[in-house]
């Protein structure tokens, strides 16, 4: 985070490089994904893409704000990068791609591993990987009781999300699993009041559990 001693308009070209940078590498990603993953069609039309890459900026400024010229914000880059193609992805097709799941739990950590090992952190390392094992058990015995209510992506996505909450502390884990849930509860009421969905689980979960993820980051500190 930035502080009252930052001089002139060194913070302000940073956070200008964020929405840059973000406006930059999300349509990277899109590009990347239809190349590698063709299962999920071709690119998005040209207004999502601009959506897309609009608030992954968005989200990049907010986190550079938030987290400032320190060594965790890379992992929050890559969560911005890869979360908002993911929410783009399970809204469009309620569909979270285990390789993109599998990308962001994998790359998370290994981003973690730099603030972790060179500011002698471990703790914040174990608790995240304590994290990701905590909220993965917990939606899986959900996904398992109720499976129409919580799919086996939204159970996969559990691992990255508790990573990136477990890493940031107990009480950001506990608000930010339990704020995904009431996003999504409020987002379902809405969209099954207006476009007359029948079943809750039409649905996507995953954009909840990414936003509640953003959320907690920026806010709970």
């Not at 009252?4 to 929405?19: K, N, Y």
């Not at 907010?62 to 880059?77: D, E, N, Q, T």
């Not at 996507?204 to 806010?219: D, E, Q, R, V, Y």
């Given at each position: 985070m930035?502080?009252s ?11 200008l490089?964020?929405a840059?940078?973000?406006?930059a590498?999300?349509?990277?990603a ?8 063709p299962?999920l ?24 704000l ?12 890559f ?9 783009r992805?399970?809204?469009?097709q309620?569909?979270?791609?285990n ?7 994998a ?7 730099v ?5 002698h952190q471990a703790?914040d390392l174990?608790r ?6 905590i ?10 009781i109720?499976?129409g209510g ?9 691992a ?19 704020l995904?849930?009431i996003l999504?509860g409020?987002v379902?009421?809405?969209i099954?009041?207006r ?5 809750a ?6 954009p909840s ?7 907690i980051?920026l806010?709970?500190?």
């Amino acid at each position: 985070m930035f502080t009252s001693g930052d001089a002139g308009l060194a913070p302000w070209l940073f956070v200008l490089g964020a929405a840059v940078l973000g406006l930059a590498l999300s349509p990277v990603a899109e590009v990347l994904i239809a190349k590698y993953l063709p299962r999920l069609g071709s690119l998005p039309t040209f207004r999502i893409r601009m959506t897309t890459a609009a608030l992954t900026g968005l989200v990049l400024v907010a986190f550079s704000l938030r987290f400032g010229m320190s060594l965790v914000l890379p992992a929050f880059i890559f969560l911005a990068v890869l979360g908002v193609q993911l929410a783009r992805i399970d809204v469009a097709q309620h569909l979270l791609p285990n390789p993109l799941v599998l990308m962001l739990l994998a790359g998370g950590f290994v981003l973690f591993l730099v603030p972790g090992l060179s500011n002698h952190q471990a703790d914040d390392l174990l608790r995240a990987v304590l994290g990701a094992v905590i909220l993965f058990a917990g939606y899986l015995i959900l996904g398992l009781i109720s499976p129409g209510g919580i799919g086996m992506g939204d159970v996969k996505l559990a691992a990255p999300v508790g990573l990136y909450l477990g890493y940031l502390g107990w009480s950001q884990l506990f608000y930010g699993g339990l704020l995904g849930f009431i996003l999504n509860g409020v987002v379902t009421v809405l969209i099954v009041s207006r476009k007359n969905r029948k079943r809750a689980s039409e649905v996507a979960h995953g954009p909840s559990m990414l936003g509640a993820t953003a959320a907690i980051a920026l806010f709970l500190v």
